[in-house]
Nanobody
């Protein structure tokens, strides 16, 4: 079955960096677009970044220039490099394959001094 496992979350100070990973299994990873979403307490889940099967990318305006999405089809892994983190970036970050209606369990990112 489809499985998405996120890792890399944690506590970071404002201005710091984190690298999130999503490891996929149960489907042909290279054939699907992949997304990162996030959900902060009391807020709706929102799209952060998307990478297509041919590695075209899209970013939410709020993260453009600070976050970088990438994928390694040989390792069935997608990453989100997050630089210049702000308190408003704090959230649970989720990996998603929309075409398969699949979500990971999420990884918590806390941005605080």
């Amino acid at each position: 079955q489809v499985q998405l496992v996120e890792s890399g979350g944690g506590l970071v100070q404002p201005g710091g960096s984190l690298r999130l990973s999503c490891t996929a299994s149960g489907f042909t990873f290279s054939s699907y677009g992949m997304s990162w979403y996030r959900q902060a307490p009391g807020k709706e889940r929102e799209l952060v970044a998307f990478i297509s099967s041919d590695s075209s990318t899209y970013y939410a305006e709020s993260v453009k220039g600070r976050f970088t999405i990438s994928r390694d089809n040989a390792k069935d892994t997608m990453t989100l490099q997050m630089n210049g983190l702000k308190p408003e970036d704090a959230a649970v970050y989720y990996c998603r394959v929309a075409a398969l209606d699949a979500w990971g369990q999420g990884t918590l990112v806390t941005v605080s001094s």
